[in-house]
């Protein structure tokens, strides 16, 4: 089992930063594949960013690129989101999300490859 909490959403207006942090518990925490995705109101859940639970591995969605950086501190079991240049595009709900897998070289895009996910935390960029 794993439990995911996020942290780090707010209000901002655009051309601003935020990082997102995404604290893990449980004693599988750290061999796990994370990722963050993000849903605006009134549309699907969608792929942000993703990285292996080796670190090394990143996988970013197209309108991201750039601007946003997946990275992961397995000794404090905590995966962050730094996002620069935020546009009102961004403004969405972002989840956290985690699978477990025996590679430390595998990411996950896809929903419903991710077995746990945190509660979310609300970013809004206003322009």
């Known amino acids: 089992q794993v439990q995911l909490v996020e942290s780090g959403g707010g209000s901002v207006q655009a051309g601003d930063s935020l990082r997102l942090s995404c604290a893990a518990s449980?004693?599988?925490?750290?061999?796990?594949?994370m990722a963050w995705f993000r849903q605006a109101p009134g549309k699907d859940r969608r792929f942000v960013a993703s990285i292996s639970w080796g670190g090394d591995d990143t996988h970013y969605e197209d309108s991201v690129k750039g601007r946003f950086t997946i990275s992961r501190d397995n000794a404090k079991k905590t995966v962050y989101l730094q996002m620069n240049s935020l546009e009102p595009e961004d403004t969405a709900v972002y989840y956290c999300?985690?699978?477990?897998?025996?590679?430390?070289?595998?990411?996950?895009?896809?929903?419903?490859?991710?077995?746990?996910w945190g509660q979310g935390t609300l970013v809004t960029v206003k322009a």
């Open positions: 449980g004693h599988s925490a750290s061999s796990a594949a």
């Open positions: 999300a985690a699978r477990l897998t025996e590679n430390s070289r595998y990411y996950y895009w896809q929903t419903y490859e991710h077995d746990y």
